[in-house]
């Protein structure tokens, strides 16, 4: 009983305690509430912000991923969203400039344009002047429609040649159907299907092309084929077009025939694989239903194997005759490269020819009347090697102006920079300087005034890093004058009417392009100094306006140029190297060994990055989605400061060239600001190549992080015309190979971690040099890095969307390096 009695007993009080819990949670349970939801938001926040990178702005010595899309201040942030759909896209025009109509001196200014859906030529002077070539852009024939690829009137502007059906073959060559089409007749006639390329002659009627490696020539008089040039064109045999080779790294386009001035002549190159090795691409992804791989075979010579074969041969097209220049002259160093062919006189051709390792430059006149060879002069290279060009320019004999016989203008090493000179005449050994300094003359002369006597030439006078419009006139060597205002950073190109009276001049940067036609020879100027300083300005033909109204809506971060000290050489002279660096949004200089560093590289000779035009690319993106300063140096071995700059890498490349790098990287470690663990490299194609070789030569102590694309790993594979002009072969230069070679894959592995990435599909530089460098991974058991092969892709990485993917995976994977996600492996 005791126990039943104390329970009710206690009932009062017990109902008492729960009345007065309950009158305080309703008022504590909206609080508690509150509170919990408060935090969990807080606690997602923070969630989110690990998953996407959201920075909240806080100033602690932490690294964080920034917010992606606004700066702290509200602004817009760049992004591969806004990069890949053109919104910082530039856009700038090119006018085909054409003879008067009239085919005389007077320059009228006219260019084909093809707007509003028809070809047509128009006047810089004249607004009002139209004359319709083609009112459509396309066309039918014989009841099936085409589309016009490409479009080049004859000389007399009576005929046009059209390109259809444009199937795309290596770098710079195609294969597609042309057409003649006569305006006053309005017909259209086939040439032929499957042509390589097809050109005028200057009398407007005849044609040469090129059909399965032989040349013909079509009559538009008789609408026929009238002669065959050559018939020994096979799979090994080229006639008028470059193999692969003479396409990629000699001619750089897809032309290998040259009509004579009045087109009496056409000169050609016979171009001989027989003896060249054979490469064989495998494609595994080019139609779903194959299960074996489509291989295809490509003759690559490859260092020190077997060059192709090469002759000038001339045709005579009155005499329907042909002839075979001596261009080796019995040389012993059979076959030589023949780098370039330019008619200086009506019967008379010029031609460039080097040794296989560009040491010795000869310039050969061939006497088409004649059919004689004779060596003008020889250059010995001095230490360095000969570049390919092709900028030589014919000067007409004119004795009303002076000039009493034919001549042409060269570029040369004059006290180790390149310049322009003349000689006259065209057999003269002894050139005429027309420019000096320590400057250089870049891409050689743009054009001639045979009136005035002027040259306009882009130098780089002012600064390396800057191109700017120059002339000289050539009765007035070393008087360099200024066409574009150099008080102001920039970088312009520009292109020429036909009697150099006016002229597209093209604004690239450092700020927002813009284009305008100006009157060279105007006796009135600009009010107002804008690009030109000669001449005056007709109109613009584009100022980018909405370029310009997206760059207010963006917070795009700045880049700044600058050269840094690198150091002393071995010989105690201080080495200097161009540069610029992107600075990430919303940078604090008073944050302690915070932002991390992605340096961008190609560094191979003669080359250029740091060069002062406008744009917002995937270098911005990395600034401003990673928060991170982006660095470009062009160390040693690169171009446009001269020949000791550049030729000091020869037989030893890879080298020097990451000596630089890795002495850049060590100035930014040196910054309060800048984390020193990460700092990484990335290259693509040299680039790829110098990556890997910085982070063999770094070992770790700079380079924590490296991005390699599509590089070269051992010269041996590389092509013989590009790898021999630095390196020699490898008969003459075996330890240099193998010192240039990517082979300390040890070293390269104290890296925290590297990425490698290749299409296989590459014809350029084979996928054969990613796979040795796995294979020495392999060897050596290392393990911390990544790869990414992306099938049939050749050197630029597009089959299949490739290219969105190969940026996209550099991105996240630097966002991974500079976030800590990386474990080293060995």
Known sequence: MNNSSNGYESIPDESLRIRKRDSLLRYTRPLFIITLLVWGIVVLLKIIQNFTGINDGNSDDKYHLPNPLVTNDGSLKVSFENVRNGTFQPVYHSLQWIKNVNNNDDDNGLYLTDANNTFAIRSVFDKDYEQVLLNSKTFKYQGSNFSVDSLVASPNLEQLL????????????????????DKNSEVFYLIGDNIA??????????????????????????????????????SQIFNGKPDWVYEEEVFE?????????DGSYLAFARIDETKVGEFILPYYVQHEDDIYPEMRTIKYPKSGTNNPDIDILIYDTYHKSTFKADINLGSKISPVLLTEVI??????????????????????????????????????????WWEITHTTMFIPSDASKGRLEDGYIDVLPINGYNHLVYFTPSNSSKPIVLTEGSWEVVNGPSVFDNETGDIYFIGTKKSSTERHIYGVNINSPKKVYEVTDTTKPGVFTISFSSGAKAALLTYMGPSIPYQKIVDLKAIQKDSEIRGNTKGRTLYYLEENDILQENMKKYSVPVKTFDSLHLGNDSYGNEVIANSFEIVPNDFDPKRKDYYPVFFYAYGGPNSQQV??????????????????????????????????????????LGDLEAVDQIAAASIYASKDYIDAEKISLFGWSYGGYLTLKTLEKDGGEHFKYGLSVAPVTDWRFYDSVYTERYMHTPQENSEGYFKSSVHNVTNIAEAKRFLLMHGTGDDNVHF???????????????????????????????????????????????????????????
């Not at 009398?203 to 065959?228: E, G, L, P």
């Not at 386009?253 to 001035?261: E, K, N």
């Open 197 to 234: 390329l097809a050109e005028w002659s200057p009398n407007s009627y005849d044609i040469a092309f090129v059909q399965d490696n032989d040349i013909y020539i079509y009559s538009t008089k008789a609408h026929s084929v009238v002669n065959r040039v050559t018939d020994d064109g096979s």
């Open 253 to 261: 386009g897809d032309r290998a025939l040259w009509w004579s001035i």
């Open 611 to 652: 060069l002062q035009t406008f744009s917002v690319g995937f270098n911005e993106v990395v600034a401003s989605q990673l928060g991170a300063f982006v660095v470009v140096v062009d160390g040693r071995g690169t171009g446009f400061k001269g020949q000791n700059f550049r030729s000091i890498v020869r037989d030893n």
């Open 343 to 384: 008619w200086v006189g009506n019967d008379t051709v010029l031609a460039k020819t080097t040794d296989r390792s560009s040491d010795i430059l000869t310039v050969l006149l061939i006497n088409a009347k004649e059919q004689t060879t004779n060596t003008a002069r020889v250059h010995s290279s001095d230490d360095g």
């Open 768 to 826: 054969q040099n990613s796979l040795k460098f796995l294979d020495l991974l392999d060897i050596k058991g290392i393990e911390n890095y990544d790869v990414h092969v992306f099938p049939d892709s050749d050197h630029s990485i597009r089959f299949h969307n490739a290219n969105n993917i190969v940026y996209d995976k550099l991105l996240n994977w630097a966002k991974q390096a500079f976030n800590g996600d990386f474990v080293k492996l060995r």
């Open 162 to 181: 059209i390109r259809t059906n444009t199937v795309s073959n290596w770098r710079h060559s195609t294969f597609g159907s042309y057409f003649v089409y």
